[in-house]
């Protein structure tokens, strides 16, 4: 695997579910961003990390809940959401003070 | 506040074809960077290029530059020569403080042959 991977791809949940994102990335770096991206809206930051440690909250609700238990990983553990969250959930890593972020093709989620 | 407006929800070219895409910003910061990323129907957000507010030459990579003029607040993308690959959303964005990327609501690019 190279770059930057997401797994699932597409993901359908109920508000009651509980389930969670993964994002991997092989490019040595020690930064990772999610961010959503709805429908007819600007991409959104949510979280970061850098070297494991969370350094942005950008005042996202609590039934997301990011871990990032090493450089290499990232999750998004997702619990009671709402219709209004579904969107695509982008990962994105880079090298901390570096310009360029590199993303990965993100998940599909849709909650009924 | 920190802000991206790109104005074309849609724009269409003939393939080998030059064409424009608009970007401006707003921003307060002296310092201040930006790019344009194309995302593909795959998903993925695609680095094109990168221009630094105190840049003096214009960024160019490949077929893509970036006209930048700053007084104007603006950072339009050029790609020259289109392929039929280049169909895709493309989004303008911009750094204004550590790791923090604001972005636009894109523009759809489609090229015909």
């Known amino acids: 695997e190279t770059g930057v991977t997401q797994t699932p791809r597409h993901l359908v949940m109920g508000m009651t579910n509980k389930k969670s994102l993964k994002c991997e990335q092989h490019?040595?770096?020690?930064?990772m961003y999610w961010y959503k991206q709805s429908a007819k809206k600007p991409l959104e930051l949510m979280f970061v990390?850098?070297?494991?440690?969370?350094?942005e909250n950008n005042s996202v609700p609590s039934r997301f809940s990011p871990e990032c238990p090493n450089s290499s990983h990232l999750f998004l553990h997702l619990h009671t959401l709402q219709p209004e969250d579904s969107a695509l959930y982008l990962c994105?890593?880079?090298?901390?003070?570096?310009?360029?972020?590199?993303f990965g093709p993100g998940t599909r989620l849709t909650v009924l | 506040a920190q802000k991206i407006t790109q104005t074309q929800p849609g724009m269409f070219v003939q393939e080998k074809e030059a064409v424009t895409l608009d970007c401006t910003y707003d921003?307060?910061?002296?310092?201040?960077?930006l790019f344009w990323y194309k995302q593909p129907s795959s998903g993925e957000m695609i680095f094109l290029i990168y221009?630094?507010?105190?840049?003096?030459q214009n960024a160019t990579e490949g077929r893509y530059s970036l006209n930048f003029q700053k007084a104007r607040k603006s950072a339009n993308l050029v790609i020259s020569a289109s392929q039929l690959g280049d169909s895709a959303m493309y989004f303008c964005?911009?750094?204004?403080?550590?790791?923090?990327?604001?972005f636009g609501t894109g523009t759809r690019l489609l090229v015909s042959p």
């Open positions: 994105a890593s880079s090298t901390p003070g570096d310009n360029e972020q590199f």
């Open positions: 490019l040595g770096h020690n930064a």
């Open positions: 990390y850098n070297f494991k440690e969370q350094t």
């Open positions: 921003t307060s910061d002296p310092s201040y960077g």
């Open positions: 221009q630094g507010s105190y840049d003096q």
């Open positions: 964005a911009m750094n204004t403080g550590f790791q923090k990327l604001v």
